[in-house]
């Protein structure tokens, strides 16, 4: 079953717009995790967030995290055109195989120059 | 620095034919190992990953298999393939409680 579910699907901006995406999740997590994807590329991960972490920066980039709601945001700030890319979010499980994750299925972000 | 290479790019199969797409990863030891596929415009489906040389963990039944004959490579096999095995399949090393850290992906195509 799904663990992370994106918010909204697609998202168009304008170059220099912010642009907010978000994340819910349904049992309790260790970290979420953020990944971008170029199209026809592999993921990269951008930022790890704890869930004793509320908040974490990253350049342009800046994650939120409420456990209580179950839910993370991702901030990109004064977008530019080569943010164009699909962003997931992912999750490993609580207990037990915490070796993996599970990733919800993207977010499309067109930032128009 | 840790790098992880995936081949091939891309990969054009007739229906019944077999498969076998390969993974290794330098810079690292005991890695964590993951092979994902991805629908077109879909997220990332987790087929197999392995904590060690032979261990195995198989998420999806299908007539997919993975083999980890030594530490840092991983690969993806099948004995014959089906239409429904399109896709794009991704390696990955790293883990649950750190970053995963992917390759750049094979597009198989089934004819």
């Known amino acids: 079953s799904q663990q992370g579910e994106e918010d909204p699907q697609a998202l168009s901006i304008q170059e220099g717009e912010n642009a907010t995406m978000n994340c819910s999740y349904k049992?309790?997590?260790?970290?979420l995790q953020w990944y971008r994807q170029n199209s026809g590329r592999g993921l990269v991960h951008l930022i790890l967030?704890?869930?004793?972490?509320r908040e974490k920066h990253s350049g342009r980039l800046r994650v939120t995290l409420d456990t209580s709601k179950k839910s993370s945001s991702l901030l990109i700030t004064a977008s530019r055109a080569a943010d164009t890319a699909s962003y997931f979010c992912a999750t490993p499980p609580w207990t037990g195989a915490n070796s993996k994750l599970t990733f919800g299925k993207g977010i499309t972000l067109s930032v128009r120059p | 620095s840790q790098t992880i290479h995936q081949w091939p790019a891309t990969l054009v199969q007739p229906v019944g034919s077999p498969l076998s797409l390969e993974c290794t990863v330098e810079g690292t030891s005991n890695p964590n190992l993951y092979w994902y596929r991805q629908a077109a415009g879909r997220g990332l489906q987790l087929l197999f990953y392995s904590v060690g040389i032979g261990q195995i963990s198989s998420e999806v039944p299908q007539n997919l298999s993975a083999s980890r004959p030594q530490d840092r490579q991983f690969i993806l096999s099948s004995k014959k393939l089906l239409l429904s095995d399109s896709g794009f399949y991704l390696c990955?090393?790293?883990?649950?409680?750190?970053?995963?850290?992917f390759g750049d992906g094979t597009r198989l195509s089934i004819l």
């Open positions: 990955a090393w790293g883990g649950g409680n750190q970053p995963q850290h």
């Open positions: 049992t309790s997590i260790n970290n």
């Open positions: 967030i704890r869930s004793n972490e």
